[in-house]
């Protein structure tokens, strides 16, 4: 599939998917790197070192900032592919050097257990469904 680069770089690794958008701020742990937002689909999962597919991201400016934090704290997911990338997770990713690409049709993605996600080219492959 071919997108758009966000954040340059190639990494491989099994897919966390959400089918709603994600908000870091209020949204993610930064020191375990799991989902705290209540009600969400990824509720008590874990973004270390996932290739994280989700819609786009919500919510305050901040949430780039912790994006950036879980990189430092080493709880970061390897990547990150959006059907839609806005400012506060580009900003993110791109501070953190996370891989990330967007213009996606994640539906493909739903089933898929592990990619290839070259951001240097914008292609995602699947490896494993």
Request: aromatic letters at 4%; hydrophobic letters at 40%; a positive charge.
């Amino acid at each position: 599939m071919k997108g758009r680069t966000i954040s340059p770089g190639k990494v491989s690794g099994e897919v966390l998917f959400s089918p709603e958008p994600i908000g870091f701020y209020g949204g993610v742990d930064i020191k375990t790197g799991r989902i705290i937002e209540k009600d969400h689909p990824l509720h008590g999962k874990c973004v270390k070192d996932k290739i994280l597919v989700f819609p786009c991201g919500k919510g305050s400016t901040v949430g780039s900032y912790v994006i950036y934090g879980l990189k430092k704290n080493g709880m970061a997911p390897r990547g990150i592919i959006n059907r839609e990338t806005e400012t506060i997770v580009a900003t993110g990713v791109i501070l953190a050097g996370i891989p990330c690409v967007d213009k996606i049709d994640i539906e493909k993605l739903v089933d898929a257990k592990t990619v290839l996600l070259d951001a240097d080219n914008a292609m995602v492959e699947i490896i494993k469904k």
